[in-house]
C-alpha cells in the first residue's frame, strides 16, 4: 500500500524557517518524480515545487522561487521542503504528491497518491 | 502561466442527477489534464488522467473528455458520497496549475 505522511509543520513567525518532510512508503520512491502542493485557508489547490526521482531536477513556483528548497534522500524514501524566509501568504496545508508514472519531470502526469498534509501557519 | 477556468464555481444537484464541470486552459495542453476531487480533511483524490482516462478504483460514473484547451468531467448519476471539491490541473506546462474549484452539493 502507498503511503506518504508529512511532518515538520507547526507556527512559525514570519521570515522564520521550516522543513517539511514526506516519508514515502509501498512503492520504489526513487522512480517517481513527487511534488509539494498546498492548500491555504479557503483557497483552491496551488503547486508549489516537484523534483525528478532521481533528485537532480527541481522547479518551483514563482511565488516560492529562492525561498523554498526541494529535495529528496531515496536512500531514506524521503522528500524534503526547505522553506525559509516565510510570509504569512505562505500560510496552507502542506501536501506531498507523487506523480502517476513520471521519473523526470519532462513527463509528468497527473498525482495519484496524497499525503494527508501537514498545516503551516506563518503568523507573529 | 496557464490559467485554468473551472465552471460553475458551485452547483447543487439532486442524487441521481448528471452533472458536468468544466474546465478551460488558457494554452492548448493537448491531454495533460488531471481531475480530482477533494473532501474536507483528506487527501485530493485522482480521478481522471490524460483528459480521459478513469484511475484505478474510481467509479464508473465519473468520466472525463476534451483536448487541447476544453475539458469536461461528468458524473453520470451523481451520488451523495461525490459531495466535494472537483479541481482540474494542467501538466502541460510548468508551473502546474489549477483550477479554482468547483463545490458540488446534493439538493
Known amino acids: 500500500e502507498v503511503q506518504l505522511v508529512e511532518s515538520g509543520g507547526g507556527l512559525v513567525q514570519p521570515g522564520g524557517s521550516l522543513r517539511l518532510s514526506c516519508a514515502a512508503s509501498?512503492?520504489?520512491?526513487?522512480?517517481?518524480?513527487m511534488s509539494w502542493v498546498r492548500q491555504a485557508p479557503g483557497k483552491g489547490l496551488e503547486w508549489v515545487s516537484g523534483?525528478?526521482?532521481?533528485?537532480?531536477?527541481?522547479y518551483y513556483a514563482d511565488s516560492v522561487k529562492g525561498r523554498f528548497t526541494i529535495s529528496r534522500d531515496n536512500s531514506k524514501n524521503t522528500l524534503y521542503l526547505q522553506m525559509k524566509s516565510l510570509r504569512a501568504e505562505d500560510t496552507a496545508v502542506y501536501y506531498c504528491?507523487?506523480?502517476?508514472?513520471?521519473?523526470?519531470?519532462?513527463?509528468?502526469?497527473?498525482?495519484?497518491?496524497w499525503g494527508q498534509g501537514t498545516q503551516v501557519t506563518v503568523s507573529s | 502561466d496557464i490559467q485554468m477556468t473551472q465552471s460553475p464555481s458551485s452547483l447543487s444537484a439532486s442524487v441521481g442527477d448528471r452533472v458536468t464541470i468544466t474546465c478551460q486552459a488558457s494554452?492548448?495542453?493537448?491531454?495533460?489534464l488531471s481531475w480530482y476531487q477533494h473532501k474536507p480533511g483528506k487527501a485530493p483524490k485522482l480521478l481522471i488522467f490524460?483528459?480521459?482516462i478513469l484511475d484505478t478504483w474510481v467509479a464508473s460514473r465519473f468520466s472525463g473528455s476534451g483536448y487541447g484547451t476544453d475539458f469536461t468531467l461528468t458524473i453520470s448519476s451523481l451520488q451523495p458520497e461525490d459531495v466535494a471539491t472537483y479541481y482540474c490541473?494542467?501538466?502541460?506546462?510548468?508551473?502546474?496549475?489549477f483550477g479554482q474549484g468547483t463545490r458540488l452539493e446534493i439538493q
Open positions: 490524460d483528459a480521459s
Open positions: 490541473q494542467q501538466c502541460g506546462t510548468l508551473p502546474i496549475t
Open positions: 494554452q492548448d495542453i493537448s491531454k495533460c
Open positions: 504528491a507523487k506523480d502517476l508514472r513520471a521519473m523526470y519531470f519532462s513527463d509528468r502526469s497527473g498525482f495519484d497518491y
Open positions: 523534483i525528478s526521482g532521481g533528485g537532480g531536477d527541481t
Open positions: 509501498g512503492f520504489s520512491f526513487g522512480s517517481y518524480a
